[in-house]
């Protein structure tokens, strides 16, 4: 379900563009949303920052980065829109999000390998021209984004324990599992390290151990301490093995033990190591009540986006919103009017950058950096 949330959301970076104290320009309003607007130059740069990612994606033909970038142009201005409606909402709710910007936060620096607040100061500066400040904005509205749909929509998807237990004797094959354990890690590197080096690396072992089994979530400390990128950016998610796959030293450890275990700390020659038993799963056919939430995810996952579109109109029909000619927002609801007023009742539509900037500043696309959690995901039609 995240990273249908992750596909479905549109994620922007703030750029910063200084003008000149003796140059005037001209910025338009292309939709007012409550007491919100975007700019001619929000959606412009929304269009051309991902045009830009797309190009760079060996990966992808070029009769589908022609797809993607026409349904992303298609579908900008709703993005846009939506991002603000989630984001106004989020205040009016009251959302306390702080801790979690600040995770976010910590998690890019771990992955950029920034050990300091002025480095991710300099970092946002070089990479994206901005104020630290405007990153951290838009990290917030992201953060906000994702909290209203996680407490608003998400509680609208209620399946019926009888639809999951059809699901289950309809596609009880799926559910026959091996001897097998699903585990997560915690690994802290002790490679080509020396003297106070390895001790501290030892140190911050014992730290995470001692966090962990007191309660700190597993994941999150995952995200934040462990030295193996591949895991770390799936909050420490190392798979499902079969018994007989893992050195001897350490099946003896996790496949006696129920979901949930966390082992002491474990060295192995490059460093140590902290797993976690996510799912213990016993030879033969799976019993329904062990597989309840995969069943559940499973069924919600194809519900997920309809829901969030569902939530996103109903906004709509409680807002003002008022689109320019010339724009369109795929998001429209229908019956409910984003006529542009007449021009001749309203202030200008165009005025300094400058002081527009005061209400609004332009976002630049945040599609290079893989923020935890993210996904390269389809562009959402």
Do not use: C
């Amino acid at each position: 379900m995240q990273s249908k949330l992750a596909s479905f959301l549109f994620i922007a970076l703030l750029a910063a563009v200084p003008a000149a104290a003796d140059i005037v320009i001209l910025e338009e309003i292309v939709a007012k949303v409550n007491g919100d607007v975007v700019t001619r130059s929000q959606y412009m740069n929304a269009i051309d920052e991902y045009r830009q990612s797309i190009e760079t994606d060996r990966q992808t033909s070029a009769e589908e980065k022609a797809r993607q970038i026409e349904v992303n142009e298609r579908n900008s201005l709703r993005n846009l829109i939506d991002e603000l409606l989630l984001v106004q909402k989020g205040n009016e709710l009251e959302y306390n999000i702080e801790s979690q910007v600040l995770r976010q936060r910590d998690s890019v620096m771990q992955q950029y390998e920034l050990n300091t607040v002025e480095e991710f100061e300099v970092w946002a500066s070089e990479r994206f021209g901005m104020p630290i400040e405007d990153l951290m904005d838009q990290m917030r509205r992201n953060v906000m984004s994702n909290t209203v749909l996680q407490q608003e929509v998400a509680p609208r998807l209620v399946i019926e324990q009888e639809d999951l237990r059809n699901y289950y004797e309809e596609h009880k094959s799926e559910f026959i599992r091996k001897d097998s354990v699903r585990l997560s890690q915690i690994f802290i590197s002790t490679a080509d390290k020396e003297g106070e080096e390895l001790e501290e690396a030892k140190s911050t072992a014992e730290e995470v151990r001692d966090r962990v089994h007191q309660g700190e979530p597993f994941a999150e400390m995952a995200s934040r301490y462990s030295e193996d990128e591949q895991t770390k950016a799936r909050r420490g998610d190392l798979g499902v093995f079969e018994r007989g796959v893992l050195r001897k030293e350490i099946e003896d450890q996790v496949f006696d033990k129920n979901s949930g275990f966390i082992t002491d700390l474990i060295e192995v020659p490059n460093g140590y190591l902290l797993l976690k038993v996510d799912q213990r799963f016993q030879e033969g056919q799976a019993e329904f009540q062990d597989v309840q939430e995969e069943v559940r995810n499973r069924l919600a996952g194809p519900l997920w986006n309809p829901a969030v579109r569902e939530y996103l109109n109903d906004l709509r029909r409680e807002a003002y919103i008022e689109i320019r000619p010339g724009y369109s927002d795929s998001g429209a609801v229908a019956g409910v009017s984003t006529d542009w007023s007449d021009p001749a009742k309203l202030a200008p539509v165009t005025t300094t950058k400058e002081e527009l900037l005061q209400k609004k500043k332009n976002p630049k696309v945040l599609w290079m950096i893989p923020l935890p959690g993210g996904g390269g995901d389809e562009v959402d039609e």
